[in-house]
């Protein structure tokens, strides 16, 4: 055999290093034949439709991060800036609005007096929310103890007197309007976007009077179809450098409730605003821009209230202090979502992981050509080479192993 022994330790060199292989049997029935190449077709059709096309397998994705930031903004003609000379205020009249002691118009709560405020001082800048005040308690107070006193103070501050305290209603804060300017980024895929250059919609869940007041709402994000229930979709308002605003009613109604409802006016409430950002959409791929949703909820049961004071004083700037005990909708902004880029290693995961699915069809093949077609015992016979069985073979190997022991016996001399 050349340079190769005949042997290996005792063993036929050939036998030793036999290449093993797997035996294919060809079953001749048109049915199966064709029965597994429409599996190997559907599947095939399934990676290709669903898992390629519409769910875009060939990219990859990254969770979102971004920042914020709010503006509030008084109810203006024409939705002016307050900045300019000549913007003017829109308020409605205190007497058309229920709330207002000065209205004789019938309202479910308590009344109170309410005031004209303008957005500073009504609005509360966080980190990554807003606090938009309709209700203020003022309280007049006098310094009645300090550092030179003798006491330890137990208290530093009285009422001036019994009716310095005061409650009034901030007037048409309804009608106030809340500006989102928004950054987003995809650090890992270098995908960045800002609002001015994004596209988003505000979500109606459940209130189908909003959808029906807005001629534009549609029933899917950037749809043509046409909605007046929900739920449904509502471009929000646009300044001129192309940012989003909306009246903090209209935030309200999209998260199914009012400040008249409960006690969200007199008490506050937290509003969450979830802004969910994507590149991605079923079938059409990506997006040359990002585009994101805008979906309130509120919770109620959740109040929210923010102490302020304004000093007063001639000698000491500490004499007389105006405390503001504030309660409004506190607006929180919560950004997520998943931005895509393309990626040729993303696709061959998608297809390594994919195409394990076809052999499914040869499974599926298998198990109904041996369990329920009428000739399930033709193929078996064809698909399974039965051995000899070892169990048999081995009881009469020790049979035979006996019987010569026994004949050497007898073969003895002497016997």
Known sequence: MGLLPSTVCGRDIDYVFAYPTVKMVKIQDSRLGLFKLFLVFMIVLYIAVFQLWKDSGYLQTEKVSGISRFTLQQPTVDDCSPTNDDCMNDFNALPDLA????????????????????????????????????????????????????TTCPRVYNLTSPDAEKTYYSADVERFTVLFDTSVMATTLQIYGESSEMEGMLYVEKNSALCASYATATKSWGGKAITSTAPCYIAPNKTNANLDFFQLGILMSAADSDLD????????????????????????????????????????????????????????????????NKHGIKIDLVQ????????????????????TLLAMATVITDYIALYFLPDKEKYDEAKYEWTEDFSDMREASRDRKRRNKGLGELSEPGA
């Open 336 to 355: 997520s979502g998943d931005l895509g880029s393309f990626s040729f290693a993303q696709l061959l995961i998608s297809l390594t992981t994919s195409l």
């Open 261 to 324: 409802v409960g006690n969200n006016r007199y008490d506050g409430a937290t509003m969450i605003v979830e802004v969910t950002y994507t590149n991605m959409f079923s079938w059409s791929g990506l997006s040359r821009k990002i585009q994101y949703t805008y979906k309130p909820y509120l919770s109620s049961s959740t109040s929210f209230k923010l102490y302020d004071n304004v000093w007063e004083g001639t000698n000491n700037y500490r004499e007389k202090r105006t405390l503001l």
């Open 99 to 150: 709330y207002c002691n000065q209205s004789s118009l019938p309202y479910d709560g308590d009344k109170y007096p309410c005031q004209y405020y303008e957005s500073v001082g009504l609005g509360t800048m966080f980190e990554s929310s807003i606090l938009v005040t309709t209700r203020v308690t003022t309280r007049q107070e006098d310094l009645v103890c300090n550092s030179t006193s003798e």
